[in-house]
């Protein structure tokens, strides 16, 4: 079954929200003015955009195929422009951007390298371009496999892993800057957000598994939510930065 983003989005704000760590890091990255121009790729309902338009002067626009999600992106009303657009064509005169970044996209991408190409056609030289997503690994070590075993290998099926990202990215032009990596370790109960994000489906993963899966999974994480069952946190994410480089 694929993921259909216009249906998610009547409930997507629901559960998902900017991380403000995700923006802290872009801040201390990146130097922001006014003459700056940053691309959120795949921005979906505008979350991370509009969190980074209030916290810089800079022109901030984002780039999304499902017109739902772009609606409710545009229904914020921000100041950010939204446009529709995907891997194989970002709206946008070539070197236009002084910054792009994707959260929680790429593994929705069918053709990363494709994805590459156009988004290094739009970024100035010098510039730099941010994956936030998460490996192997960290799909492996997320503290809801318990519940949902099922999820790891269609996740695993559909992200890329961190080398093959980076060899499609360096075979169309960019260059490795550095990976940053975010993994927890903390133990504490369930909260209530990430029980209200299960029932409501807010991930993509918990509809390319079996319904019997994820009722069984979801009456455990209930059963545990209930009884305040001390669970450990050690997964983050992965930030990928790459160079477009200066030309000669
Ligand atoms: C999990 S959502 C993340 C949205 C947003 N970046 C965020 O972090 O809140 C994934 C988004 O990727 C978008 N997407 C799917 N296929 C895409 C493609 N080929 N090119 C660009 N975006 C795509 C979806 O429509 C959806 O809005």
Avoid at 30 to 45: A, K, M, R, Y
Wanted: charged share 30%.
């Amino acid at each position: 079954m694929g993921i259909d983003y216009n249906e998610l989005a009547k409930k997507y704000d629901l559960s998902r929200k900017e991380n403000m760590g995700t923006i802290t890091r872009f801040l201390e990255n990146q130097p922001f003015s006014e003459e700056t121009n940053i691309l959120d790729f795949g921005c979906g309902t505008g979350n991370f955009t509009c969190a980074l338009k209030r916290m810089t002067d800079a022109s901030v626009y984002g780039v999304e195929p499902a017109d739902e999600m772009r609606q409710k992106a545009i229904g914020k009303n921000t100041g950010v422009s939204f446009e529709k657009g995907n891997h194989e064509k970002i709206p946008f005169i070539d070197s236009f951007f002084d910054f792009a970044y994707m959260t929680d996209v790429i593994h929705h991408v069918p053709d990363i390298n494709a994805m590459f190409k156009e988004l290094y056609r739009v970024l100035k030289q010098d510039s730099s371009l941010c994956i936030v997503t998460e490996s192997h690994k960290q799909i492996e070590s997320r503290f809801w496999v318990k519940y949902f075993p099922a999820t790891v290998e269609v996740e695993k099926e559909r992200y890329p892993d961190i080398p093959e990202i980076i060899e499609s990215a360096t075979i169309n032009g960019f260059v490795f800057s550095k990976i940053e990596i975010t993994d927890a370790n903390h133990r504490h109960a369930i909260a209530q957000n990430f029980l209200m994000l299960v029932e409501n489906k807010g991930y993509s993963m918990f509809h390319l598994i079996s319904n019997e899966d994820y009722e069984r999974g979801l009456a455990d994480l209930r059963n545990d939510y209930d009884k305040q069952v001390e669970i450990e946190y050690r997964h983050g994410e992965t930030f990928l930065w790459l160079k477009k480089p200066v030309k000669d």
